[in-house]
């Protein structure tokens, strides 16, 4: 009973990932900067939300015509900033590395990478590719690690998994909502003020007619045409 009952929550919990098969928390990609340049990266977060940054750099070789492993005196600096612009992160890493922050508030968080060229002679005008992996949420657990420490099973494992994809997409579908409000509230601002716009075009227009009725009064009474 209880093995078809944990089967029954796999199977639902399966179904309803389906649904939000558009969630996408993990982003791997690769990139190229020179000696001095800086490259971030906006990345929307829900709030209470984990993140894992790995990264690895290979230095581009004249001889060989290729990228090679950089030296390992070869740096990069992360620095992570909040939708506030708060600054969460800042610290100098190696030649390959990994960060991890927390998000406190949901939002476009904006991760940026630097290298520390010069400090290096090597790098000196040359070109960097730096290949960057990004997860978040549930991605950035350990299932092995968890599975020994708990000493869970396959099933139970695989239940532990759908259950934080689950609470990943429910915190995905409150920061939609927190997009939506922010949105609607926007929008309402702007037509109100759209509104107070279109009002006082009016008066003014209402005021300048008036004006020139006047004027054009006393202008044909000073003529005695009228």
Known sequence: MC???????????AGLLLLFA????????????GETEKKCFIEEIPDETMVIGKYRTQLWDKQTGSFLPATPGLGM???I???DTKVILSRQYGSDGRFTFTSHTPGEHQICLHSNSTKMALFAGGKLRVHLDIQ???????????????KLTELQLRVRQLLDQVEQIQKEQNYQ?????RFRMTSESTNQRVLWWSIAQTIILITAAIWQMRHLKSFFEAKKLV
Do not use: Q
């Open 22 to 33: 558009w969630f996408s928390p993990s982003r791997a990609l690769y990139f190229h900067i």
């Open 136 to 150: 978040v949420g549930e991605h950035t657990n350990n299932y092995p690690e968890i599975a020994a420490k708990d």
């Open 177 to 181: 909502r927190y997009r939506e409000e």
């Open 81 to 83: 900033k909040d939708p």
């Open 3 to 13: 093995c078809v009952e944990m089967t029954a929550v796999v199977v639902c919990a």
């Open 77 to 79: 600096h992360v620095e």
